[in-house]
């Protein structure tokens, strides 16, 4: 019977042939995939009592799906963002398994009839003026990873960019020449165009060196590009000191996301602006920013003089590309 089939086929064929040739999605949302499927596999193995190599199809039922997903929330200690963006990859194995095995048929529906489950959108945290002006400021200047480490960070704030696309980025991603800019391959397999500070591209161009291939890493570590999990590192061992307790603000590589997104409109950079900039799908996601700059507008005396210049300095070059009034 189908249900006694190895599932080893199954979902070879789901990430070799379904994820990667038919639908087309880049290795990192590939891995995202991976991650949930191993975790469904490796709790359905435990809660079986078998070898993960002796599972079988009939051994993804909607019981323990329900199970699984109940196991990351209260063991894992999962949110339940992630708990839906684990569902939401289930749902897609699931509609997979239909159309492969029909007999599974019933036991799919259920599985992606199960709800997402409602939560309150994430608080968006970010850092004021003078914290990156600090930040900048202190960074080490002498050591194996100095001249990386301050390279990545003033790209992080000067992009917004996302961990994944600075992961992602190629010496033959920039053009460090009179106007310095960026091409950043984003979610949706989508590129975009973002203007370089003179600073972040000087510190690139001493990074990167004369004799870096078009296809080389920008940050790397040991020869290998670095994974987002290690600029994730990078930037906790930096700035784990600006964390605040009070408002539960744990500074990661998103968090120069959002201080890039609230400085620009803080400068009075558009939104429509901003919403290319950060790469934006959707202009409800960027006008959440402008819902926090009105009530902090009133500290922007705060800003050190060389984090204003830099800020003036992208405003110029952002309405250089994009043709708007000075």
């Given at each position: 019977m189908?249900?006694d089939?190895a599932?080893?086929?199954v979902?070879?064929?789901?990430?070799?042939?379904?994820?990667i040739?038919?639908?087309?999605?880049?290795?990192?949302?590939?891995?995202?995939y991976?991650?949930t499927v191993?975790?469904?596999l490796?709790?359905?193995?435990?809660?079986?009592?078998?070898?993960?190599?002796r599972?079988?199809?009939g051994d993804?039922?909607?019981d323990?799906?329900?199970?699984?997903?109940?196991h990351l929330e209260?063991?894992?200690?999962n949110?339940?963002r992630?708990?839906?963006?684990?569902?939401a990859v289930?749902?897609?194995?699931?509609?997979?398994?239909?159309v492969?095995?029909?007999?599974?048929l019933a036991?799919?529906?259920?599985?992606?009839?199960?709800?997402?489950?409602?939560?309150?959108?994430a608080e968006t945290r970010?850092l004021?003026r003078?914290e990156?002006e600090d930040l900048l400021?202190?960074m080490p200047r002498?050591?194996?990873?100095?001249l990386?480490d301050r390279a990545l960070i003033?790209?992080?704030?000067?992009?917004?960019?996302?961990?994944s696309?600075?992961?992602?980025?190629?010496?033959?991603?920039?053009?460090?020449g009179?106007?310095?800019?960026t091409?950043l391959h984003?979610k949706?397999d989508k590129w975009?165009t973002c203007?370089?500070?003179r600073?972040?591209?000087?510190?690139?161009s001493?990074?990167t060196?004369?004799?870096a291939g078009p296809?080389?890493a920008v940050f790397?570590?040991?020869?290998?590009?670095l994974?987002?999990?290690?600029?994730y590192k990078?930037?906790r061992?930096?700035?784990a000191?600006?964390?605040?307790?009070?408002?539960?603000?744990?500074?990661?590589?998103?968090?120069f996301?959002?201080t890039?997104?609230v400085?620009?409109?803080?400068?009075?950079?558009e939104?429509?602006?901003?919403?290319?900039w950060?790469?934006?799908?959707d202009l409800s996601t960027?006008n959440?920013?402008?819902?926090?700059?009105i009530?902090v507008?009133?500290c922007c005396?705060l800003?050190?003089?060389s984090?204003r210049a830099?800020?003036?300095e992208?405003?110029i070059s952002l309405?250089?590309?994009?043709?708007?009034?000075g």
């Open positions: 189908s249900k089939k599932l080893g086929p979902i070879h064929s789901f990430f070799a042939d379904h994820l040739t038919v639908k087309g999605l880049r290795p990192a949302s590939v891995r995202s991976r991650d191993r975790l469904l490796t709790f359905t193995a435990s809660d079986k009592g078998c070898k993960i190599t599972l079988t199809l993804l039922t909607y323990r799906v329900v199970k699984f997903l109940r209260r063991d894992r200690g949110h339940v992630t708990r839906n963006q684990r569902l289930l749902h897609t194995l699931f509609e997979y398994i239909a492969r095995s029909p007999e599974m036991a799919c529906q259920q599985v992606t009839a199960i709800p997402m489950k409602r939560s309150a959108p970010f004021e003078d990156v400021k202190k002498d050591g194996r990873h100095a990386r003033l790209f992080l704030y000067n992009t917004g960019c996302r961990a696309e600075a992961a992602d980025l190629r010496a033959g991603n920039l053009d460090l009179e106007q310095p800019l091409r984003g949706g975009r203007p370089l500070w600073q972040t591209a000087d510190l690139l001493d990074l060196g004369p004799a296809g080389g790397a570590s040991r020869g290998q590009p994974t987002r999990h290690g600029i990078i930037v061992r930096h700035t000191r600006f964390d605040d307790p009070r408002t539960g603000r744990q500074v990661s590589p998103h968090t996301r959002h890039a997104a400085h620009l409109l803080e400068a009075g950079v939104v429509n602006v901003i919403r290319g950060l790469g934006h799908a960027t959440r920013y402008a819902e926090i700059v009530p507008q009133p005396h800003e050190g003089p984090i830099l800020v003036r992208v405003v309405n250089a590309c994009c043709g708007t009034a």
